[in-house]
């Protein structure tokens, strides 16, 4: 059984840094495409970065700079590292992995499991 459980959210001020983690179980976790996606009150879930079973990573134009994606694969582990937070980061954030079918690493239909998700709040 798949299981993704994401921790390290909270509450944090403008300019602040979170490390989101989310441990996999259930799966070969080298050999999935992993990623992280976040979704607002009231907008569409967006994707915020990615890491492909081939070690390529992507970032969402809003967040490059500032986010950075790793994984741990001795301990099943992903990672992301939030600095430089904005209000507008605030989100629901969600650890995703599937098998990209189309290469679409920022299309939510593309990942089969979904974390239960961490909530994030940046305070200007």
């Known amino acids: 059984q798949v299981q993704l459980v994401e921790s390290g959210g909270g509450s944090v001020q403008a300019g602040g840094s979170l490390r989101l983690s989310c441990t996999a179980s259930g799966f070969t976790f080298y050999d999935t495409d992993m990623g992280w996606f976040r979704q607002a009150p009231g907008k569409e879930r967006e994707g915020v970065a990615a890491?492909?079973?081939?070690?390529?990573?992507r970032y969402a134009d809003s967040v490059k700079g500032r986010f950075t994606i790793s994984t741990d694969n001795a301990r099943n582990t992903l990672y992301l590292q939030m600095n430089s937070l904005k209000p507008e980061d605030t989100a629901m954030y969600y650890c995703?992995?599937?098998?990209?079918?189309?290469?679409?690493?920022?299309?939510?239909?593309?990942?089969?499991?979904w974390g239960q998700g961490t909530q994030v709040t940046v305070s200007s």
């Open positions: 995703v992995a599937g098998y990209l079918t189309r290469g679409r690493w920022y299309d939510p239909n593309e990942y089969k499991h």
């Open positions: 890491i492909g079973r081939d070690g390529r990573i």
